[in-house]
Nanobody, 121 residues
């Protein structure tokens, strides 16, 4: 069974940094688009950053210049480096990946369980 597991969340003061990691496991043939999303209490889940078509990165306006998404295909991993954190970045962060399983002609959308990021003022 394919799974995504996030780590690296925690409590940090405003202006600080955190690095989130997401590792995929299971019968994976290829990992296509990957991304990070977040959901604050009472809010909709929103895109934070995404890598599409292998190399093109897109970012939410609110995180441009502060967050960097990257991937290591050999490690089946996706990362989110978050710098200059603000209290409004507080949310549960979710990893997302479009994965083609071994022995399947179809791509499937997978989500991690989420990791809490709390930024204190």
């Amino acid at each position: 069974q394919v799974q995504l597991v996030e780590s690296g969340g925690g409590l940090v003061q405003a202006g600080g940094s955190l690095r989130l990691s997401c590792v995929a496991s299971g019968p994976i043939f290829t990992i296509n688009d990957v991304g990070w999303y977040r959901q604050a209490p009472g809010e909709q889940r929103e895109l934070v950053a995404r890598i599409i078509s292998g190399a093109t990165t897109i970012y939410a306006e609110s995180v441009k210049g502060r967050f960097t998404i990257s991937r290591d295909d050999a490690k089946k991993s996706v990362y989110l480096q978050m710098n200059s954190l603000k209290p409004e970045d507080t949310a549960v962060y979710y990893c997302n990946a479009v994965i083609r399983r071994a022995s399947s002609p179809w791509d499937y959308d997978y989500w991690g369980q989420g990791t809490q990021v709390t930024v204190s003022s």
